[in-house]
T-cell receptor, first 109, second 112 residues
Framework: GQQLNQSPQSMFIQEGEDVSMNCTSSSIFNTWLWYKQDPGEGPVLLIALYKAGELTSNGRLTAQFGITRKDSFLNISASIPSDVGIYFCAGQRNNDMRFGAGTRLTVKP | DSGVTQTPKHLITATGQRVTLRCSPRSGDLSVYWYQQSLDQGLQFLIQYYNGEERAKGNILERFSAQQFPDLHSELNLSSLELGDSALYFC???????????FGPGTRLTVT
């Protein structure tokens, strides 16, 4: 299926800064998922969201399921060097699963 | 560790050959998904199985096929391989539709 619109494509930040990325779609979804992928590795699930308006945290990560069910954002607070990687979103509705192209995060110490 | 296992980790083969990739889902998960990820590309959904039955098809070529066995493990068969089939192939599992998917470590296929 069509990819989700994920932005920004890449980010270069200083250690300690906060990061925000988002995904939008023209379609509604029942579930929004956020993953982190290191080169050559499998994506690792960070946060799963199931209800419109839901705000969920996982340590320094916070994600929200947009009220329109067509968007989601992920925030990372106080970034550290190990946050480097590619983050991507996924939206699910029944058998339709779509992915964002990813946000490549670089953290400078 | 996601609990999803995939074998082999690496596979190198020649054009025209056939290979089989194997995936074991997390304990309790009935649904298995297969994805292809080419170099610096996003994930492309190939096919989904639920409790042994095909549930959804994505951009899967006719040269590719898959199945899910009674013990819930799944195999992805790739035949008449071409250079362009070189990619990372991931398997993911979930309890059911609209639940979070957990990905395996992937199989890196190189076709020479």
């Amino acid at each position: 299926g069509q990819q989700l619109n994920q932005s920004p494509q890449s980010m270069f930040i200083q250690e300690g800064e906060d990061v925000s990325m988002n995904c939008t779609s023209s379609s509604i979804f029942n579930t929004w998922l956020w993953y982190k992928q290191d080169p050559g590795e499998g994506p690792v699930l960070l946060i799963a969201l199931y209800k419109a308006g839901e705000l969920t945290s996982n340590g320094r990560l916070t994600a929200q399921f947009g009220i329109t069910r067509k968007d989601s954002f992920l925030n990372i607070s106080a970034s550290i060097p190990s946050d480097v990687g590619i983050y991507f979103c996924a939206g699910q509705r029944n058998n339709d699963m779509r992915f964002g192209a990813g946000t490549r995060l670089t953290v400078k110490p | 560790d996601s609990g999803v296992t995939q074998t082999p980790k690496h596979l190198i083969t020649a054009t025209g050959q056939r290979v089989t990739l194997r995936c074991s889902p997390r304990s309790g998960d009935l649904s298995v998904y297969w994805y292809q990820q080419s170099l610096d590309q996003g994930l492309q959904f190939l096919i989904q199985y639920y409790n042994g039955e095909e549930r959804a098809k994505g951009n899967i070529l006719e040269r590719f096929s898959a199945q899910q066995f009674p013990d819930l493990h799944s195999e992805l068969n790739l035949s008449s391989l071409e250079l362009g089939d070189s990619a990372l192939y991931f398997c993911a599992s979930s309890k059911d539709r609209d639940y979070e998917q957990y990905f395996g470590p992937g199989t890196r296929l190189t076709v020479t």
